[in-house]
């Protein structure tokens, strides 16, 4: 057993416990507290900054834990955005009525979750970080209780997410039940045996239904729309960006590196589950109004393109998949953070809300066009090229197995992209030449605020623009795959 491969995550977990005690020991006055969140946040830059100049790879208790490219790619991932998102809490604190402290602990225990997630390699891992992930957001998400619409997603989220968990040990004990494998490098040994097993298939097939609903993917997206627009602002933005890039990171695991013959038998489905969950996610933002609302119909969609580098089955899809969520953190901590500061005293995150901005706060303004025109998928934002490399990755796969699947997989995703120009661009319009700006007075911001702005700008600009470092990382992630 190397215990000190998983020291990253310690440390995680003690940043949180202190986080949790502080106040509760010492009883700090409220504006001392924001001291907390941005010593949280030096402690988890500090552990990124060493993660990035040193890293050791191999396994951990039995084989349970892994920490290889993959993992460390990911976790990465988590520390940035779990950064981005205690920045956000700060500015959204005074909408909190009280344990803003405890929030920011459970952000970073949602973090933990999400690290041990990226290192899972059996069943009983994946289980267990997938779960400390969810409960933690079932309290965040309900955390303004004063607030109905916060409590109601709340309750939303916990009876469909209990579904899903349950969905997700069923179907992990019919695994173990049939093979007697829980670790996945072992399973991936016997599973071609087990091909024309039906409860084998069931138990793999409930596994899936369990991680689609992490990622919102049709048909287990109902739940994305109302705990994007009810939960708090920061709760909702972490769930965009870390939730569904720890569901799809144990979801490459499962399918790559546990069950790899199996995934090759099922390209039809996956290719059907990603061409419906694009063009649902686009239509039903089409009519939307409520801003945080069209980001979690946004969202499903954005979970339909990142699954066609799971459908393409192949080390170049799962890179762009992997460049893809660098690109989108960026992009999606940039909307809410221009949510969070707009409409802050706002119970009602309408549209019409940004209207006049350009005039109020230029840099909020050109922040909120910027991550509108990425998520499009226009050059020479993050998501163009992002999404290029998913639709050649499809094209190419199709090119290789003759299946015309993956050719109306692609030309479905050109279409929800011209769909997705239409509510993107209202935004934009909303920003620039709304008829009615009722409040033209200027928006104070925070250096800290103006700092995360800048960050995901230049996020954004330098993913799109010098995309050849982070798609050679994803390339390297990738590969631990296929070992």
């Known amino acids: 057993m190397n215990a000190s491969l998983m020291s990253l995550e310690i440390w995680v977990i003690a940043l949180g416990v202190v986080l949790m005690l ?15 969140a941005y010593l949280a946040i030096a402690t988890l830059g500090t552990l990124l900054i060493t993660n990035l100049g040193n890293y050791t790879t191999g396994t951990a208790f039995n084989g349970s834990f892994v920490e290889d490219t993959l993992a460390v790619f990911f976790k990465r991932f988590f520390l940035v955005a779990a950064m981005l998102v205690l920045f956000m809490s700060v500015e959204f604190s005074d909408r909190i009525a009280g344990g803003i402290t405890e929030y920011y602990s459970l952000i970073v225990f949602a973090l933990s979750g999400m690290l041990f997630a990226a290192s899972a390699n059996d069943f009983a891992m994946l289980f267990v970080s997938i779960e400390l992930i969810t409960i933690t957001f079932y309290v965040l998400t309900s955390f303004q209780r004063g607030r109905l619409i916060s409590l109601e997603a709340g309750v939303k989220y916990l009876i469909l997410g209990a579904l899903s968990s349950a969905f997700l040990v069923f179907g992990i004990a019919l695994v173990w039940g049939t093979t007697g494998q829980l670790n996945f490098n072992k399973l991936a040994l016997v599973a071609a045996q087990f091909e024309t097993n039906k409860i084998f298939l069931l ?34 933005a972490f769930l965009a960006v870390g939730s569904k890039a720890a569901g799809f990171v144990l979801l490459l695991r499962v399918l790559f590196t546990a069950l790899p013959d199996i995934a090759k038998h099922w390209a039809d489905l996956l290719i059907v589950i990603s061409g419906i969950t694009i063009l649902y996610g686009n239509l039903c933002a089409l009519p939307q109004r409520n801003l945080k609302r069209l980001l979690g119909y946004s969202s499903i969609a ?73 998520l499009a998928g226009i050059p020479p934002m993050a998501g163009f090229f992002g999404k290029f490399l998913l639709l050649k990755a499809v094209i190419q796969q199709g090119a290789i197995n003759h299946n015309h699947g993956y050719y109306c997989l692609a030309f479905t995703a050109l279409v929800g992209v011209v769909i997705s120009l239409y509510y993107y661009f209202g935004v934009i319009r909303a920003i620039y030449w709304s008829p009615n700006t009722p409040d033209l007075s200027p928006i104070p911001l925070s250096g800290p605020v103006k700092f995360s702005v800048c960050v995901c700008i230049a996020g954004m600009f330098w993913i799109g623009l010098f995309p050849s470092v982070v798609f050679n990382l994803a390339t390297e992630a990738a590969k631990a795959l296929s070992l």
């Open 22 to 36: 502080a106040d509760f020991g010492f009883g700090l006055a409220p504006e001392r507290r924001r001291f907390l």
């Open 203 to 236: 138990g793999v097939l409930f596994v899936l239904v369990g991680l689609g609903f992490k990622i919102a993917a049709f048909p287990f997206q109902i739940w994305a729309p109302d705990v994007y627009q009810g939960a708090p602002t920061p709760t909702t």
């Open 302 to 374: 954005h979970a339909g393109y990142l699954l066609l580098g799971v459908a393409a089955l192949s080390v170049s899809g799962q890179a762009a998949l992997l460049y893809y969520l660098a690109g989108y953190l960026f992009t999606v901590v940039a909307a809410f953070l221009v949510i969070c500061v707009v409409m802050r005293h706002l119970d009602n995150e309408d549209i019409s809300a940004l209207a006049g901005l350009h005039q109020r706060s230029p840099l909020l303004a050109v922040t909120m066009t910027l991550a509108m025109v990425s």
